[in-house]
């Protein structure tokens, strides 16, 4: 029987910490890397063995998945001196495989792709959409850009976390991740503005979402973030500031196309208003909030359904 592919996980927060978990229990062999190492320790459990530095998690590893929080800290993590003073990117096997599952900009990761292609190491970018749950139950909707027959290779790796879709060369995954912030941004606005206005005319909000549950208006943000709504629990499962971080990217990229996209700056203005006003830490639930803000009816009748 062959032995299990080495996967170096780096990044085990809200999501990663799941996806690392759930690659261990398919059988793969794991080592994981986080800047606060206490995030990892709890995945020993599961046989996930914990490195002191990035190079040290990369060193034997066959595949590097990268889930960290944006473009520059995936682009230091990997291409400057660590703890141990290596550049993990010099620690890569000829051969191996990075996937990089953060959302990133499209030219960081065309970039990035260039410089490990002259390595001979193949270079994937398979972001995700599905959140902490999805993470959690390996569900993730995974779009992934590069080539062909390697992403086919990653069959299994891709299977332990959700279902992956080849949407291109590399960037056409970052591209497609974009493309789902804008619907998610606007939908989960939509659901709190259409909650909020029942609820200031006297309906009750969670018999409201309920009734909407199955017809034209239903949607998993309707479902999920829209409980998470009336209750007011906006403890995150996906922060609002990496929601407005792929919004910028995204309205940025559309600049440099020179394109103009009415929803989408929209959307900006909402999120970096959200986050002014009530600050980060919050799930993206709790666009909301904002809403209430400038509805001028916060603190009205969405707070307390009947």
């Known amino acids: 029987m062959p032995s299990p592919r ?9 999501m990663g910490r799941h996806m690392a978990r759930r690659l261990a229990q398919a ?10 190492r206490d995030k990892a320790g709890p995945l020993a459990q599961f046989g996930v063995r914990v490195a002191d530095a990035p190079s040290a998690a990369c060193a034997e590893a066959d595949i590097i998945i990268v889930m960290l929080s944006n473009g520059p800290v995936v682009e230091e993590v990997l291409f400057s001196p660590d703890g141990a003073g290596r550049k993990p990117v010099e620690s ?36 995700v959409s599905g959140g902490e749950p999805g993470a959690r139950d ?21 299977s ?55 017809g034209f208006a239903d949607s998993k943000i309707l479902n999920i973030h829209g409980e998470r709504m009336i209750a007011r629990n906006f403890v995150p499962g996906g922060p609002a500031e990496y929601e407005l971080k792929d919004l910028r990217t995204a309205q940025a990229f559309a600049a440099e196309s020179g ?7 929209y959307l900006v203005g909402m999120f970096g208003d959200m986050i ?7 799930d993206v639930a709790g666009i909301l909030q904002e809403v209430e803000r400038r509805s001028n009816r916060a603190g009205g009748a969405a707070k307390e359904p009947t």
């Open 276 to 282: 002014g006003h009530f600050g980060n830490g919050l």
């Open 160 to 214: 332990a976390l959700g279902r992956v879709t080849h949407v291109g060369l590399v960037g056409a995954g970052q591209l497609s991740k974009l493309a789902n912030q804008i619907i998610v941004g606007a939908t989960m606005t939509a659901v709190a503005e259409a909650l909020h206005f029942a609820a200031c005319g006297g309906a009750d909000p969670a018999a409201v979402r309920r009734a909407l549950m199955g």
């Open 138 to 158: 390996g569900t993730l909707a995974i779009m992934a850009g590069g080539d062909g027959k390697t992403i086919e290779s990653l069959a299994d790796i891709f």
């Open 6 to 14: 080495h996967v170096a996980f780096l990044g085990t927060g809200i």
């Open 259 to 265: 394109l103009h996209f009415t929803l989408l700056n």
């Open 27 to 36: 059988g793969f062999s794991v080592v994981a890397w986080n800047r606060t």
């Open 92 to 127: 890569l096997r000829p051969g191996s495989v990075l996937i990089v599952m953060s959302s990133i900009p499209v030219e960081t990761c065309r970039d990035q792709a260039a410089r490990l292609t002259s390595r001979d190491v193949h270079y994937i970018d398979a972001p």
